[in-house]
């Protein structure tokens, strides 16, 4: 099996044209691929609109599977900022302290559950029970939620071997939909009470705006994370110098996460809906076709970053765009930053080294262009440090 490398597709289209094209079931899309011009791009939500149709600024696009618009995502300001601040200070919970501890108490805990065994596959009986841990605090719900949300798979819109799967949608939503009811007869100190407590412009959220929020906050950051946590376990694997150095000097764990984010980039891109006929990098973009913030793309654009195909665990200057840019920035962010900062610091402590076995790479067809985004499966073996 090859290293875990995470080739850019995108390096000639990116120097010759700024830009490449595919087409998502017989909808055009433009993908934006130079830094400078992804953030520019990203900022002008007058031209480049997130508030269209719910599922259609998702590549690959969702809108044969969801009528909930998800928010904030799927809104443009004002309305964008409205709902946001209504969130905002929930999802920065991930940076207190109390937060942490019990963050770090779980994936602690998962590590010594596998440490020991012969091998483990990592992406299921791994990340997706770490990401569903993970997001019991996210939400603030009963630890043993998460069983539920592990027997739906790494997507919630994805079967193995289907794009999109409608049933497996309703699923999610029939869930969302029962536990909203549940907060109404019984608030708890949980997300779906805290948003049924919360109005905008003194109007109290609808069922179905809380159900768009809990519908991103479920799906926005589940196959991501996993993504981010099976390359980097996988890194530290074929590259035992990397995690060395993260023994030695654990105060460089902060810019190691933002550099295994920039180089994994576990979001390929997202899209914006074109409002007016325009250009980009000098090509004609035609409206309402789609444009796509190809965040991959620009995370390795070497006109921003010195040997972008190289990961630097100290990397100086690292603007990445991984959680996306501007007014839609990640919500999650400081979540998912947690959970890699602490699983990096975890694995340093108690592992010796990692073997990876086999297993099967995740590969995206972008039109002309094929990414790794990571691992339908993978199977390693934890070396354990002795007395630990």
Not at 49 to 60: N, Q, Y
């Amino acid at each position: 099996m090859k290293k875990n490398l995470i080739e850019d597709p995108f390096e000639k289209e990116r120097e010759e044209k700024g830009i490449g094209e595919m087409n998502d079931q017989n909808d055009q899309v433009t993908m934006v691929l130079r830094h400078r011009d992804v953030r520019k791009c990203a900022h002008n939500w007058k031209d480049y609109t997130s508030a269209a149709k719910p599922g259609r600024i998702v590549i690959p696009s969702e809108v044969n599977i969801r009528e909930t618009r998800q928010i904030p995502f799927e809104l443009d300001p004002p309305k964008h900022g409205q709902y946001r601040k209504v969130i905002e200070e929930w999802f920065r919970r991930p940076l207190k302290e109390d937060y942490q501890e019990k963050l770090k108490s779980q994936i602690e805990l998962l590590l010594d559950e596998v440490i020991d065994l012969e091998q483990v596959e990592l992406v299921h009986d791994f990340a997706l029970k770490l990401q569903s841990r993970a997001l019991t605090l996210l939400l603030n719900t009963p630890f043993e939620e998460s069983e539920t949300w592990i027997s739906w798979g790494t997507h919630v819109f994805r079967s193995e071997g289907e794009a999109l799967d409608g049933d497996k949608a309703n699923i999610l939503y029939d869930y969302i939909d029962k536990e909203i009811k549940r907060a109404e007869l019984n608030p708890t100190d949980d997300l779906y009470s805290m948003l049924l407590a919360s109005a905008v412009e003194g109007k109290k959220l609808t069922h179905e705006e809380i159900k768009g929020v809990l519908v991103l906050t479920f799906a926005g950051g589940r196959d991501t994370v996993i993504n981010a946590v099976t390359n980097t376990i996988a890194y530290f694997a074929e590259h035992p110098e990397s995690l060395t150095h993260i023994k030695e000097e654990p105060e460089i764990v902060g810019k190691a996460v933002e550099e295994l984010l920039r180089y994994f980039s576990p979001l390929t891109q997202i899209g914006r809906v074109v409002k007016t006929d325009s250009h980009i990098c000098e090509h004609a973009v035609k409206a309402d076709t789609r444009i796509g913030l190809c965040w991959a793309s620009a995370n390795r654009d070497a006109q921003v970053f010195e040997n972008p195909n190289e990961i630097d665990l100290t990397r100086k200057m690292n603007p990445h765009v991984a959680f996306g840019f501007g007014t839609h920035n990640c919500l999650g962010a400081s979540h998912a930053r947690q959970i890699l900062r602490i699983l990096v610091l975890a694995i340093a402590s108690k592992v010796e080294s990692i073997e990876v076995l086999d297993g099967e790479e995740n590969i995206e067809e972008l039109g002309v262009f094929r990414r790794k985004v990571g691992y339908h499966n993978l199977n390693v073996a934890f070396n354990k440090i002795e007395n630990k």
